[in-house]
């Protein structure tokens, strides 16, 4: 088999996307080599450590600052031997400190169809909006806010929704699925940027 990427994955919360790469692609296109957590009681670490994956925490308020923070993590990730980066449900934002460590191996789930809805409580604000059709985006992270070039998205028709908690239902198996693909994908270095326009990221077919 070809060689295992190695993975790091940050999480803040509950880490089911964690929990889908642990049981897709951990030890198949990829190794999940770290995680790391900006919240010390993250139960996503708990998965982490059951799968056998080292971990660490990170909270921002013991740095003196997000590039200090930043630095301490990415430094981190590269003594475990993480080649690209799985943000997974991370609620910080990472600087040009970081992201000039993984250069565009850094990559971001948001239940939205970006760039509709970025930032924080992305389905809350698609209810209020009224929206008929929510969706999954994983993208490639930039400094912005969910602004990087989108590499997969997937949408859902659910005109009579009113709860956040039923669009989350019907979006975690989105998620749980192009979260896992753009991973195999980015292991067999299968995106590039279409020469035409750099924002749109085209997919190599797999063979077989
Ligand atoms: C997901 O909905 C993801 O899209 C968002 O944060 C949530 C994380 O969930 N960025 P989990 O911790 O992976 O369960």
């Known amino acids: ?49 059951t799968a056998g ?50 250069p565009g191996a850094v990559i971001n789930v948001h239940p939205s169809l970006l760039p509709a809805f970025p930032g924080l409580a992305a389905i809350e604000q698609a209810l209020a909006y009224g929206v008929k059709v929510f969706g999954v985006t994983v993208h490639f992270v930039d400094a912005g806010v969910d602004s990087g070039p989108v590499i997969l998205q997937r949408a859902v028709e659910l005109p009579d929704a009113r709860e956040p908690g039923a669009v989350l239902a019907a979006l975690r198996p989105l998620e749980h699925e192009l979260l896992p693909e753009a991973v195999r994908l980015l292991a067999r270095a299968a995106i590039a940027p279409d020469p035409e326009n750099p924002r749109r990221m085209a997919i190599r077919a797999g063979e077989g």
């Open 53 to 102: 994956v080292p971990t660490a925490v990170f909270p921002r308020a013991d740095y003196p600052s997000r590039a200090a923070r930043d630095e301490a993590l990415a430094d981190w990730l590269a003594a475990e031997g993480a080649r690209a980066v799985v943000l997974a449900g991370y609620m910080e934002l990472l600087g040009e400190v970081f992201l000039d460590r993984f």
């Open 1 to 49: 088999m070809a060689e295992q990427l190695p993975i790091a994955v940050l999480v803040s919360g509950t880490g089911t996307n964690l929990q889908a790469l642990l049981d897709s692609v951990h030890g198949h296109e990829a190794r999940v080599a770290a995680v790391a957590s900006s919240v010390p009681d993250a139960p996503a670490l708990a998965r982490a450590q």
